[in-house]
């Protein structure tokens, strides 16, 4: 963070004495850096990393790949991204884009709101569930991101965690199905709290998941679901949804 002021402070005098500054690239604290612009027809490590943190913009009922090609789907994505926080929204993911990333993610790259522990109280290993611990922590992280856009949009207000991932052995603890996407770390159930359960799965639409259970569907009185199962599937009748 601190390098972070220092260039602040450096441009603020080199523009004060009239001087044109060339913004060097941000760089992020312990966490992914980006070292090119990206835009459509690029493609790589760096455009997935970023589809991770823009995976929440993908517009209604969508989900964005995350395959490291950049796409229509990605530049479209980038661009609610950036008109999200007030850039603007080229769809280019510069150096605006990329400090606003830096300055949204902590160290380990989840996002500022939310972190590994709290999608996880099951276990410390991620390991037990349907996939392997790598996975299981991975599509974890995709689902705080999604999060992280869905409680910009709410006005940042918090949004409560109530369970995330979970082994075999946890899973049935909580009376889970036996096929419950919480086993692959890509489930995260939501209590109410600033805003209703309604407000979350009404939101949840918006931000890139396939599958949203609310009240009015059988168990979900009392929490919404959110997850990234591969076809839609959205019940929460007491909802509207």
Known sequence: MLHKII???TATVLAVAGLTVTAAPAHADGCYTWG???SQGMNGEDVRQLQ???SGYPGYGAVLGIDGDY????????????QAYGLPGDGIAGGQTFTKIYQLQDDDCTPVNFSYAELNTCNSTWGGGAVSS????????????KLQAMRHALGDGAIRVTSGFRSVACNNAAGGASN?????GDAVDLGAGPHTLCRLAQQARNHGFNGILG??????GDHTHVDHRSGRFWSASSCGI
């Open 215 to 220: 009240p009015g569907y059988p168990g979900h």
């Open 7 to 9: 260039s602040f402070v």
């Open 36 to 38: 090119r612009t990206l």
């Open 134 to 145: 790598a996975t299981a922590r991975a599509n974890a992280l995709v689902s705080m991101w």
């Open 180 to 184: 419950s996407r919480h086993l692959y």
């Open 52 to 54: 991770i943190r823009v």
């Open 71 to 82: 796409g229509p789907a990605t530049k479209a994505a980038v661009t609610r991204f950036q």
